[in-house]
């Protein structure tokens, strides 16, 4: 009853005159600014956490709606990188020995949301050359034995028009061949003929039967990531090295993942590359055209385009005479670009030498592609095929390393045809000199630059030129 009174006297009380009018608000005006109040804003500031090739890292602060590719931009200009649309956001998890590049159309926290915290998954900045390489050479992705068009599509619009086809709403080619699956719930691995269609991922009940009654739903992928295996024979006894595999959005283990595995790497990227097309579709091609449009705001607009030079532009000539000349004849151009690099190098090791000894500067040459970032110590054969498989199996990847077999050998990995081929760098004395070769020695180099940057400009004996070196990128 007292507080009842109490509120009723506290009711009874006149209303007092406001003495300051003119700093009230009115309907019309407002004294206090809307900029001088505080903005509530939608993107929330997180933060990642992500990892160089040599165990460094660097947490950023990142809005909650960055892309992979924003990301990759954002590091790009805080480390002072040179962007040729190669670099990549990589998702690897730990614990499960699975790893995808992100596509760069993806939000981050999206994808670290679905981590588990006792998996210490970790996200990699990375290149990757293979990224888009099919827009620029689809048949080689896509073999004729493992392709199907529909039957009224003729055969000049099947090669000229196939990624067309992919792309395209109404048509889409069939994807068809042998894969290994793993039974659900089994350690055991069975080989069935799978079909990719529109609607999804199929395998026939019945040898190669493509008839309706014998075909199995496997997967389809709205509401799963495609990971690629990199331990899959450790972990999961895979029958092959080529493995791949379909996570859901929101699974914490193992057991909801539908593996696959591939004869060969050719098979391997053909499946992966088909489902990534049937995926994402235009919005592949979108991130392919359109580089730097994201969500994140980071996007360099004001940049100039990167100038591409051809290399069939490319001549040699000869500026030691009163005018400059064209050298047409191939022998005489080696020879001059040889005699160059010789005093180039003679040049640079009396700079670094001119207080020291003769017999460090006669090692100058035996060590001075230990500084290269293509020149990778003393690795093992295996692990210079997981470094290449990294960076893209384009044709022209390639890292230089010491030969495990024999100490004072060399050794040149080099990506091709979907294929990593190993080729030995011999060192060869000849009066005196120490020179090194690819061909028995009918090419000869001073040192292992001078190799590299011959082939880079010449194919020789190898299938393709030197285009992308291997490097262990570092914060």
């Known amino acids: 009853n007292r507080r009842k009174k109490k509120d009723d006297s506290i009711l009874e009380i006149t209303s007092i005159p406001n003495p300051f009018p003119e700093?009230?608000?009115?309907?019309?005006?407002?004294?206090?600014s809307a900029s001088l109040l505080p903005k509530a804003t939608s993107r929330k500031k997180?933060?990642?956490?992500?990892?160089?090739?040599?165990?460094?890292s660097r947490t950023l602060e990142v809005p909650s709606d960055i892309t992979a590719r924003d990301v990759c931009q954002l590091l790009i200009l805080k480390n002072h990188y040179i962007d040729d649309h190669s670099w990549t956001l990589f998702e690897q998890l730990t614990h499960s020995g699975l790893g995808r590049a992100l596509e760069d159309h993806e939000l981050v926290m999206e994808v670290q949301?679905?981590?588990?915290?006792?998996?210490?998954?970790?996200?990699?900045?990375?290149?990757?050359?293979?990224?888009y390489e099919f827009f620029k050479n689809p048949l080689r992705f896509f073999p004729d034995h493992m392709i199907s068009f529909p039957?009224?599509?003729?055969?000049?619009?099947?090669?000229?028009?196939?990624?067309?086809?992919?792309?395209?709403?109404?048509?889409?080619?069939?994807?068809?061949?042998?894969?290994?699956?793993?039974?659900?719930?089994?350690?055991?691995?069975?080989?069935?003929?799978?079909?990719?269609?529109?609607?999804?991922?199929?395998?026939?009940?019945?040898?190669t039967s493509k008839e309706p009654r014998h075909l199995q739903f496997f997967c389809e992928f709205s509401n799963s990531d495609m990971y690629m295996t990199l331990t899959g024979r450790k972990i999961s006894g895979a029958p092959t090295n080529y493995g791949f595999c379909f996570k859901p959005n929101k699974s914490g283990g193992t057991r909801d993942l539908k593996q696959l595995c591939a004869d060969d790497e050719q098979s391997r990227t053909c499946w992966m590359t088909a489902i990534r097309l049937l995926k994402y579709g235009m919005q592949l091609y979108q991130n392919y055209v359109q580089p730097y449009q994201g969500r994140g705001g980071c996007s360099p607009l004001n940049l100039a385009p990167m100038r591409s030079i051809s290399e069939n532009s490319l001549v040699a000539m000869d500026f030691s005479g009163h005018r400059s000349r064209i050298?047409?004849?191939?022998?005489?151009?080696?020879?001059?670009?040889?005699?160059?690099?010789l005093a180039w190098r003679r040049r640079g090791c009396l700079r670094l030498n001119s207080h020291g000894s003769p017999v460090a500067m006669s090692n100058m040459g035996m060590s001075i592609h230990r500084s290269q970032s293509w020149f990778h110590h003393k690795i093992s054969r295996e692990e210079a095929q997981r470094l290449i498989l990294q960076h893209g199996l384009v044709d022209g990847v390639f890292l230089v390393r010491d030969s495990q077999s024999n100490p004072k050998t060399f050794v040149l990995s080099l990506s091709h045809g979907l294929?990593?081929?190993?080729?030995?760098?011999?060192?060869?004395?000849?009066?005196?000199?120490?020179?090194?070769?690819?061909d028995d020695g009918h090419t000869r180099f001073t040192d292992l630059i001078q190799l590299v940057e011959f082939y880079q400009l010449n194919k020789g004996v190898l299938p393709c030129k030197l285009k992308h070196y291997c490097a262990r990128i570092a914060f």
Request: glycine share 6%; net charge positive.
């Open 23 to 32: 700093l009230c608000c009115s309907p019309f005006t407002s004294v206090l």
């Open 419 to 438: 294929k990593i081929k190993h080729f030995q760098i011999v060192p060869l004395e000849d009066d005196g000199k120490l020179f090194y070769t690819l």
């Open 327 to 341: 050298i047409d004849n191939p022998t005489e151009a080696l020879s001059v670009a040889v005699e160059e690099g």
């Open 113 to 131: 949301a679905n981590w588990v915290m006792e998996e210490e998954n970790k996200f990699y900045f990375r290149k990757n050359y293979a990224k």
């Open 46 to 56: 997180q933060v990642i956490k992500v990892y160089s090739e040599d165990g460094a």
């Open 151 to 207: 039957s009224e599509t003729n055969a000049a619009v099947r090669h000229s028009g196939i990624l067309q086809m992919f792309l395209s709403s109404s048509t889409y080619p069939e994807i068809h061949g042998y894969l290994h699956a793993k039974e659900q719930g089994k350690k055991s691995w069975k080989k069935c003929f799978f079909l990719l269609r529109r609607s999804g991922l199929y395998f026939s009940t019945k040898g």
